[in-house]
């Protein structure tokens, strides 16, 4: 069974832990206590491969960031969430990005950019298209997702899943990151 560590990133108040403890246990948390990090194993299978995931789920605030590079170097796979009722969240995402790139030293790293909180979407600050640009700019696929009501939660997951694989691939530098999905 193939153990891969995955590291969410993102702005404090997007949704990283709420994505993933929606993944990991399948609830939904309601009160938001700032994480400084989290770690959690859960075992899936995708495309008919069993996995494990390590997921660290980091601190958002400011004063943890000293503390991403760290992460960076351990994680494998990358999943970038940006709240799409907060046009601020989506800002910081692009320098967070740029800091994998910077530790990894390597363009094509496997990660996935995320909208999260589809369910408010009248309060919607970040439109899905800003949101493609953004991903097709990146060569990573893009989702929008609500960790309330599960949407898209569980295809994330399995989706950074399949990141990874094709990163691992010999010839895996064209075939990384190469596809959109848009869920």
Known sequence: ???YKVVVLGSGGVGKSALTVQFVTGSFIEKYDPTIEDFYRKEIEVDSSPSVLE???????????????LYIKN???FILVYSLVNQQSFQDIKPMRDQIIRVKRYERVPMILVGN??????????????GKALADEWNCPFMETSAKNKGSVDELFAEIVRQMNYASQPNGDDQCCSSCVIL
């Open 75 to 77: 994680g494998q796979g």
């Open 117 to 130: 909180k589809v369910d408010l979407e009248g309060e919607r600050e970040v439109s899905s298209g800003e």
């Open 55 to 69: 997921i660290l789920d980091t601190a958002g605030t400011e004063q943890f960031a000293s503390m991403r590079d």
């Open 1 to 3: 069974m193939r153990e």
